[in-house]
T-cell receptor, first 113, second 113 residues
Framework: GQQVMQIPQYQHVQEGEDFTTYCNSS?????IQWYKQRPGGHPVFLIQ?????EVKKQKRLTFQFGEAKKNSSLHITATQTTDVGTYFC?????????????FGPGTSLSVIP | DTEVTQTPKHLVMGMTNKKSLKCEQH?????MYWYKQKAKKPPELMFV???????INESVPSRFSPECPNSSLLNLHLHALQPEDSALYLC????????????FGPGTRLTVT
């Protein structure tokens, strides 16, 4: 069945280091979304990518959508303690309904001050 | 107003109790969602309402009963829950379809004793 995977599961970085999480889908996606969930919080939408090869930037965050639309990445430059949280990618569930989004398992980022 | 509100924030209930979780949004979104999230796991879809009609039920046990009284409100009625149902219950809304970002509420932390 359709799967969305993320690596790594956990990442510990020193403050100021860069961080990258990778998202891979077993099927081609029409779009991919990224969410951030702080510890004790709820998922917050970061960005959506739609086009093959698309790159979007939000300050220190860079998001990419692969050419085949089956993978994506989130890169954070010079991490800060405010970046701590779990980053989820999410893509449409293709089989049954237009309304369902399938979340990857997430990458948990810890930043050591 | 891009806020989704949920009440209560915390709920402790016995296995014989009946309780309800409430969710409200005033963004004019036509899709509303219930998710269950266990610690260190991604949100797991339970139900989707589209235009106030149940469009997706992810084979959720009948002890969970969703209700959408109007386009702004979503309820989740709980009855005869099990300890393994303890989790964070998240409500979300979107303009509709997997091509739109989801706005999550803060969640209800449910403990079943």
């Amino acid at each position: 069945g359709q799967q969305v995977m993320q690596i790594p599961q956990y990442q510990h970085v020193q403050e100021g280091e860069d961080f990258t999480t990778y998202c891979n889908s077993s099927t081609t996606l029409s779009n991919i979304q990224w969410y951030k969930q702080r510890p004790g919080g709820h998922p917050v939408f970061l960005i959506q990518l739609v086009k093959s090869g698309e790159v979007k930037k939000q300050k220190r965050l860079t998001f990419q959508f692969g050419e085949a639309k089956k993978n994506s990445s989130l890169h954070i430059t010079a991490t800060q303690t405010t970046d701590v949280g779990t980053y989820f990618c999410a893509g449409p569930w293709m089989k049954t309904s237009y309304d369902k989004v399938i979340f990857g398992p997430g990458t948990s980022l810890s930043v050591i001050p | 107003d891009t806020e989704v509100t949920q009440t209560p924030k915390h709920l402790v209930m016995g296995m014989t109790n009946k309780k309800s979780l409430k969710c409200e949004q005033h963004m004019g979104h036509r899709a509303m969602y219930w998710y269950k999230q266990k610690a260190k796991k991604p949100p797991e879809l339970m139900f989707v309402y589209s235009y106030e009609k149940l469009s997706i039920n992810e084979s959720v046990p009948s002890r969970f009963s969703p209700e959408c009284p109007n386009s702004s409100l979503l309820n989740l009625h709980l009855h005869a829950l099990q300890p393994e149902d303890s989790a964070l219950y998240l409500c979300a809304s979107s303009l509709g379809g997997a091509g739109y970002e989801q706005y999550f509420g803060p969640g209800t932390r449910l403990t079943v004793t």
